[in-house]
Antibody, heavy 122, light 107 residues
Framework: QVQLQESGPGLVKPSQTLSLICTVT??????????WSWIRQHPGKGPEWIGC???????YYNPALKSRIIISVDTSKNQFSLKLNSVTAADTAVYYC??????????????WGQGTRVTVSS | DIQMTQSPSSLSASVGDRVTITCRAS??????LMWYQQKTGKAPKLLIY???SLQSGVPSRFSGSGSETDFSLTISSLQPEDFATYFC?????????FGQGTKVEIK
């Protein structure tokens, strides 16, 4: 059974960098076949896709966030990570990692991690 | 970006009711449409992919239909555990986008 778990600071100061790690268990990122994604959700809103990465390091980013984000993968630790720089209060949200299944134009998120709440505040 | 608009934003229903939620895409997305269920404080859970394919383990009272721009999720007989918020998601274009959600509440 594939499981994902987010970890990282729950509080980040404005203008600093938000850094999160997603640890995958029950599957090997390096086995291929899936992309691995970050998604966030502001209170009371629909989820917002941030971006995803393949085990090879190929990335796909949301253009709205592309200038501020880096998603990377560490296959030796079976982890992938998110860095979001120059954060503001608007980046306060619950951040999820998820596996991307499907292929081609058909891509869905399953399973998801439990989510981690990140607050941007001084 | 493709905008996904769900209606209604919320609804009240009773156990046993048939419930239908709709999702409209701002442009054609073929059948690259998914539905998720989210309970309070939990991560979303995949229900339907490719507009009408039921994810393994999801009860058969859930069904999806539609293509191009208009889609629907139907719960044939609402159960107590179905009270939650439901989201649609498209993957036809990057950025992949979600609807704003439909909250299903107890009447």
């Amino acid at each position: 059974q594939v499981q994902l778990q987010e970890s990282g600071p729950g509080l980040v100061k404005p203008s600093q960098t938000l850094s999160l790690i997603c640890t995958v268990t029950g599957a090997s990122i390096s086995s291929g076949g899936y992309n691995w994604s970050w998604i966030r959700q502001h209170p009371g809103k629909g989820p917002e896709w941030i971006g995803c990465i393949y085990y090879s390091g190929r990335t796909y980013y949301n253009p709205a966030l592309k200038s501020r984000i880096i998603i990377s993968v560490d296959t030796s630790k079976n982890q992938f990570s998110l860095k979001l720089n120059s954060v503001t209060a608007a980046d306060t949200a619950v951040y999820y990692c998820a596996r991307v299944a499907g292929g081609g134009y058909l891509n869905w998120f399953d399973p998801w991690g439990q989510g981690t709440r990140v607050t941007v505040s001084s | 970006d493709i905008q996904m608009t769900q209606s209604p934003s919320s609804l009240s229903a009773s156990v046993g009711d048939r419930v239908t939620i709709t999702c409209r895409a701002s442009q054609s997305i073929s059948t690259y449409l998914m539905w998720y269920q989210q309970k309070t404080g939990k991560a979303p859970k995949l229900l339907i992919y490719a507009a009408s394919s039921l994810q393994s383990g999801v009860p058969s009272r859930f069904s999806g239909s539609g293509s191009e721009t208009d889609f629907s999720l139907t719960i044939s007989s609402l159960q107590p555990e179905d009270f939650a918020t439901y989201f649609c998601q498209q993957s036809n274009n990057i950025p992949w986008t979600f609807g704003q959600g439909t909250k299903v509440e107890i009447k």
